[in-house]
């Protein structure tokens, strides 16, 4: 049985601060000042250019990649670091497409992260194949399903709900359509047990600065399945995707496996901190870590709809169909998360009137559940939200 309580001591968390904001971006694990400290000291200050040798940091992509691997069920060498989520969108879906020249739909929900939807339409686009990103009802991804579909892409728990797809059965189904399926896993990775290899996902993609902890703008990750590895195309043909980048050819030979996704120069600094936020998760069962998600998110909602009838629920009520964050629905929701935040409870705002909670067994207790349900009482009942500054908003919401 896994021990959250020694977890939580594993990073920092502000006096006076109840934060349910890990689907977001994670707090800071307490090893990660002294490993980024060590990498810029002991390694680019001493080492200089050799670190890339001596100190690993050429091999570190694959490295991190297969920890994090191992949290969303990938088999080993499947999982590279580098870049950013959208890039790394870009590069899944392209390769899912030359997959399957045939066909001219992508398919995905309007429960996606716009931010894919925007990579799929600017890809798209630039190909001027005759190719048409098809959006739909979450509900209804599965009918939508059929012989015209190249890619099924879908980020794997709504980001403003929770709602969770079923990623086995709508991949099975895809696959018995001749789809190929391209998964987000930003909301899934370190919030729930998730199992590319079983699912049989083709690809999937995800970054680390929300329930992985990795700090802000901290890389990202794509998964290629084995049966594909060879064969995907590197849309994005960057120095470090070559098969030999010290050659220095004149023209692209793809790397062997998963390296041919690698694009630009790796971010050592960054994913040093990574690193040490990947220690956290030595010891945890992801089966032990989804039972206490669900145990904390059930007793939010239930002791929220008996003290704050003015909140509607979106997240799904059933538990196993939603991941590892809870909504509700106010009008006033923006004003309302800001005086959350000043009373030391702090959750985010998804527009147009989402109250987004995360919670996160690493470092959230139940007496954080029970303590932030008190405060939003209090500002509920008393209408404590209901101030001008509250509804200024701020550039991040």
């Not at 030595?282 to 002791?303: C, H, P, T, Y």
């Amino acid at each position: 049985m896994t021990d959250f309580t020694t977890t939580r001591k594993l990073f920092h968390l502000p006096d006076g601060v109840i934060y349910l904001d890990g689907n977001s971006l994670g707090p800071l694990p307490v090893a990660a000042a002294k490993r980024v400290s060590q990498t810029l000291e002991a390694e680019w200050g001493e080492m200089l250019i050799r670190g890339w040798n001596a100190a690993g940091w050429m091999e570190q992509p694959a490295r991190v990649g297969d920890r994090v691997g191992r949290l969303v069920g990938a088999e080993p060498g499947t999982v590279v670091m580098g870049d950013t989520l959208s890039i790394k969108v870009y590069q899944a879906l392209a390769a899912a497409l030359d997959l399957n020249p045939g066909r001219k739909v992508v398919l995905s929900d309007n429960g996606n992260f716009p931010s894919d939807l925007y990579i799929a339409q600017g890809l798209l686009r630039s190909r001027g194949a005759g190719h048409e990103l098809k959006v739909v009802d979450p509900e209804a991804v599965e009918a939508a399903i059929d012989d015209t579909v190249a890619v099924l892409m879908l980020t794997e728990v709504d980001y403003r709900t929770g709602r969770l797809h079923d990623m086995k059965a709508l991949t099975a189904k895809a696959h018995a359509a001749g789809v190929i399926t391209v998964w987000d896993l930003a909301h899934s990775a370190g919030a729930l047990p998730v199992e590319l290899a079983a699912a049989q996902a083709d690809f999937a993609v995800g970054c680390t600065y929300k329930y992985l902890n990795g700090g802000p703008g901290a890389p990202a990750f794509i998964y290629v399945a084995p049966r594909h590895a060879h064969t995907a195309r590197p849309s994005l043909s960057g120095w470090m995707g070559h098969e030999a980048p010290f050659a220095f050819d004149l023209d692209y030979r793809a790397g062997t496996g998963i390296e041919r996704m690698r694009v630009g120069t790796p971010p050592v600094i960054a994913l040093a901190s990574l690193e040490a936020a990947l220690d956290a998760w030595n010891g945890v069962d992801m089966g032990d870590l989804r039972a206490a998600s669900i145990a904390l998110s059930e007793s939010f909602i239930k002791q929220v709809e008996a003290r704050c009838p003015d909140l509607t629920l979106a997240s799904p009520r059933d538990p196993s169909r939603r991941g590892s964050q809870v909504s509700f629905r106010h009008p006033e929701g923006y004003a309302i998360m800001q005086a959350l935040i000043v009373r030391g409870v702090i959750g985010d705002f998804r527009a147009p009137d989402i109250l987004r909670f995360g919670f996160t067994p690493l470092y959230v207790s139940q007496e954080d559940v029970l303590r932030a349900v008190e405060i939003l009482a209090e500002i509920m009942a008393d209408r404590l939200w209901d101030k001008e500054e509250y509804r200024k908003k701020a550039r991040v919401t």
